[in-house]
């Protein structure tokens, strides 16, 4: 699956026509005499603006942090009718689902964390479903939201099965069910859940997608995604899009994570995943995880925190629309 032309294309045909008439007057400098310079600063992907954010920016970024902190720690789920949301985490084997529970969890513990599993960008390594309550640094308190990991959708018959979705948004697996590929969890196994309530069902799902892979995604897999969101609907779930590795993207500096949804790589990028997966564009997230830094960025915590927040948002607007006679069945039976 091909896009058009990045909009930038043509800086960067101008970057290496200007690298290419440096190596042909360097040997001509030299020949007469002249000092040679060195490469043209042309190339640096800093070419727009310095990396480095004025006290004034760190503080504003510092602030909107805390504000969002504090939103995610006060938090209450529509109506009180279920006291965590549960977040379910779909997408391709290797985009990052694992990476950003950890991220998640490291921005509200205050240190990086690694207790979810991860492997690589081809391989993934969740096997397991597996359900994380996330706690509050400050007070030890788990905080009103779950993350539940899932097997990464694979090529052919690899990764998750189709027919467990329904099964895992309906609330009738638990935690450490061991997936298998080729055959979908059934009534009487240990991990069944045979009469789950509204707290086990899944209240908002999120694809996760490397930002930097989009395009090389196969029709096979974009059909499967389409399957998996068609299974999402019928379910009247609410569902938005996680795009990581937003920072590793050609031309974008530190200092466009501060306002990186009007940065225009990133514009462009956005509309690729709208036009090819059909998902609208204010349900698109961007977000940087912790994978391997050593100390916790205020930037990386806003886009983290940022789309957090609209996933929770998501879950009340599902909670809300649910019948009313199906809540008051769900409220009965706690």
């Known amino acids: 699956m091909k896009f058009s032309a990045h909009p930038w294309i043509t800086h960067c045909a101008l970057i290496g026509w200007v ?31 310095s990396d480095i954010l004025n006290k004034r920016k760190m503080e504003e970024v510092t602030e909107l942090r805390e504000s969002l902190w ?34 998640v969890k490291s921005v509200f513990q ?13 391989t993934g390594i969740s096997q397991k479903y597996r359900t994380y309550s996330i706690k509050d640094e400050k007070d030890g ?24 979705v329904p099964q895992i ?24 859940v045979d009469s789950p309530l509204l707290k086990d069902r899944i209240h908002c799902a999120a694809f996760v997608f490397n930002v930097n892979c989009i395009e090389y ?44 949804y009007r940065c225009p790589p990133v514009k462009s990028q956005l509309e690729a995943v709208h036009k090819a997966l059909g998902f609208p564009l204010s349900d698109i997230l961007l977000v940087s995880n912790y994978t391997s830094e050593w100390e916790l960025d205020p930037l990386k915590d ?14 009340d607007d599902f909670l809300e629309d649910l019948p009313l006679e199906e809540t008051r069945e769900m409220l009965l039976a706690v």
């Open 217 to 260: 995604l196969s029709d096979e897999m974009v059909a499967k995604i389409r399957r998996v969101r068609r299974k999402l609907i019928e379910c009247g779930l609410v569902h938005l899009v996680l795009l990581t590795h937003v920072d590793s993207m050609d031309l974008i500096t530190k200092d466009d994570l501060i306002d990186i």
């Open 19 to 49: 690298r290419v008439l440096h190596s042909h007057l360097e040997p001509r400098r030299k020949s007469i005499g002249l000092k040679v310079p060195g490469a043209p600063f042309v190339g640096s992907r800093f070419w727009r603006k």
């Open 70 to 103: 504090s939103s995610m720690r006060t938090y209450k789920p529509y109506g009180d009718l279920v006291h965590q949301i549960r977040i379910l985490l779909l997408g391709p084997i290797g985009a990052g689902k694992s990476s950003f529970v950890n991220s």
């Open 110 to 122: 205050g240190r990086v964390v690694h207790q979810a599993l991860v492997g690589s960008d081809t």
């Open 302 to 315: 806003n886009l983290i925190l940022f789309a957090l927040r609209h996933m929770l948002w998501a879950a």
């Open 169 to 192: 948004l309906k609330g009738h697996v638990s935690d450490r069910y061991q997936f298998n590929p080729m055959k979908p969890i059934t009534p009487g196994h240990d991990n069944y």
């Open 141 to 164: 308190n788990s905080l009103p939201f779950i993350l539940c990991d899932s097997l990464g959708l694979g090529e052919g018959e690899e990764g998750l099965c189709m027919d467990d």
